[in-house]
């Protein structure tokens, strides 16, 4: 099993483009969350899904959504970049509240 | 609002020495969950407590929880430079999957 995979794991955006951040995972796992590491403030939630079709946000949504219409897929998209997403992005998928993470995406906005 | 307090931030010990991390969380909890960050990687689950009392170990760690304190504890004993990480504490809410993550202690672990 793969577990959960992310692409890009590197990109590099000019301010105000769009792009998005694609998170599979292959355990059948009905939670899916995506959250931003910025030094010093730990994990941060940005959306979550319950299911498919169900999404909602988190504590920092602003600027970006997602969807979700199958269990495996859950991309992440940024609508118009600023440096203030500047950050490393970790997709996750949970079974009873624990979380398997993946590799991460680190995300420049310049 | 859940908040996730960890401390210390920041700790620098010597080999061979003991320490405890401490997460404290703000609202009643009992899914606690311990996990390790090497720089530049993915993060990696150490621990799941599901109740009051739960303790778990895995070689020189080990992780424990009091939820009617609102306290989990990371316990490490004679520490070694592999040992040399970022450990988070992320609590879940009553119901669902939603975790709330503390800030994270970068443990450093020197000869």
């Known amino acids: 099993n793969a577990g959960v995979t992310q692409t890009p794991k590197f990109q590099v955006l000019k301010t105000g483009q769009s792009m998005t951040l694609q998170c599979a995972q292959d355990?059948?796992?009905?939670?899916m969350s995506w959250y931003r590491q910025d030094p010093g403030m730990g994990l941060r939630l940005i959306h979550y899904?319950?299911?498919?079709?169900?999404?909602d946000q988190g504590e920092v949504p602003n600027g970006y959504n997602v969807s979700r219409s199958t269990t495996e897929d859950f991309p992440l998209r940024l609508l118009s970049a600023a440096p203030s997403q500047t950050s490393v992005y970790f997709c996750?998928?949970?079974?009873?509240?624990?979380?398997?993470f993946g590799q991460g995406t680190r995300l420049t906005v310049v | 609002e859940l908040k996730v307090e960890q401390n210390p931030l920041f700790l620098s010990m010597q080999e061979g020495k003991n320490y405890t991390i401490y997460c404290n969380y703000s609202?009643?909890?009992?899914?606690l969950y311990w996990y390790r960050q090497d720089p530049g990687k993915s993060l990696e689950s150490l621990f799941v407590?599901?109740?009051?009392?739960a303790v778990k170990q895995e070689g020189r760690l080990m992780a424990s929880l009091d939820t009617k304190a609102r306290l989990s504890t990371l316990h490490i004993t004679a520490a070694v430079h592999d040992l040399s990480a970022t450990y988070f504490c992320?609590?879940?809410?009553?119901?669902?999957?939603?975790?709330?993550f503390g800030e994270g202690t970068q443990l450093t672990v020197n000869p």
């Open positions: 609202t009643t909890s009992d899914r």
């Open positions: 992320a609590v879940g809410e009553t119901s669902g999957s939603r975790l709330t």
């Open positions: 899904s319950v299911g498919a079709g169900i999404t």
């Open positions: 407590l599901l109740s009051n009392g």
């Open positions: 996750a998928s949970s079974y009873w509240g624990e979380a398997f």
């Open positions: 355990m059948n796992h009905e939670y």
